[in-house]
């Protein structure tokens, strides 16, 4: 395994194990040139700009079973024993953690042009709270990406393996418009802002400033005062990060729910979707044609209404935040 990994994260050393591992492993050469012929189709709601990717290669991910008996009964596919000998990875330590390895992998079932993997070295629970600070310099040091994650029970396929991901920035919707959303002020501490928005993207909260402890506190607020399950980690949340400018850019997307109806619906109205954070970011994925096919504005409206809290939870939990930060 110790082969299948170089010490060193850089634009360079990146492009040097896209262009390696797009030579040597065959799924990931063929997947990355479909994606370049894929269909899309853009679509406005409430007069936003949201994409639909048709994207066959991402049935794995979107029909994943992540209860806990599925997920006791499979081979863990982030870990190194398990993943293919081809895979290679760059490793990354932040020096404020540098028990902490993570391996950079190119994901061979992308989304976005570049779109990588980043599990702990370790195997151990999807859990944010402790590691914002990690998607931070995470951030940092992939200028020319955005980072997310998904959480345990809303988008991530593998629940029990901490991991972020990251995709080529200028991809997703979200950052065209997200300047120019309707939003609230809901707290701000010298050059740190947290905003609620109120149109266009449901369920978000916005946290734009240039310190990863201010980011950090906000998640830590939001866990401590949120209502989520008896036996969950966390609240169900889809976090997409950036840095430019010298600041993050931080959205939380706050959920109520995993899939939507129609993903149980038999027949005609079935539309297999699992939304996470690039879905919620404006470009939903749908892994079958017919699926791509027949998607309207009305369904991802109300796709995106089940699955994101409403404006008044929202408010509720803005407000929460606002008398704790
Ligand atoms: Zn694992």
Redesign the pocket.
């Known amino acids: 395994m110790a082969d299948n990994l170089i010490n060193q994260l850089s634009s360079e050393s990146l492009e040097r194990l896209f262009t390696e591992q797009l030579i040597s492993w065959d799924v990931a050469r063929n997947n990355y040139k479909s994606l370049e012929k894929v269909s899309v189709k853009e679509l406005y709601i409430d007069g936003f700009l949201y994409r639909v990717q048709f994207n066959p290669a991402r049935i794995v991910s979107s029909s994943a079973k992540v209860d806990n008996a599925s997920i006791q009964a499979r081979r ?4 190194g024993e ?1 993943r293919p000998l081809v895979q290679k990875g760059l490793t990354y330590t932040h020096s404020s953690r540098p028990s902490d390895e993570f391996v950079v992998l190119i994901n061979p079932f992308p989304i976005f042009p570049r779109h990588l993997t980043i ?1 702990s070295a370790e ?1 151990k629970d999807q859990l944010i709270e402790g590691n914002v600070e990690l998607m931070c310099a995470l951030a940092r040091e992939l200028p020319d990406y955005t980072v997310f994650y998904n959480g345990p029970k809303c988008g991530a396929s ?1 629940p ?2 901490f991991h972020f991901q990251a995709g080529s920035r200028g991809f997703l919707p979200l950052e065209l418009w997200y300047g120019k959303v309707r939003r609230e002020l809901v707290s701000q501490i010298g050059n740190s802002i947290i905003w609620r928005v109120l149109e266009g993207l449901y369920g978000t909260l916005q946290v734009e400033s240039d310190s990863p402890d201010f980011i950090s506190s906000v998640i830590t607020g939001l866990i401590s005062q949120a209502d989520f399950s008896a036996g969950d980690s966390e609240p169900m949340l889809n976090l997409l990060c950036w840095y430019r400018d010298e600041r993050w850019t931080l959205h939380i997307f706050i959920r109520k729910k995993h899939r939507p109806d129609c993903y149980y619906t038999p027949g005609d109205e079935n539309i297999l979707i699992s939304p996470a954070a690039v879905d919620l970011g404006g470009t939903f994925i749908t892994p079958l044609e017919k699926d791509f096919r027949k998607i309207s504005e009305n369904d991802i409206r109300s796709i995106l209404q089940q699955v994101c809290i409403s404006e008044v939870e929202l408010s509720d939990i803005a407000n929460k935040l606002k008398s704790i930060m």
């Open positions: 863990c596919f982030l870990c398990n599990p195997h593998a029990d393996h």
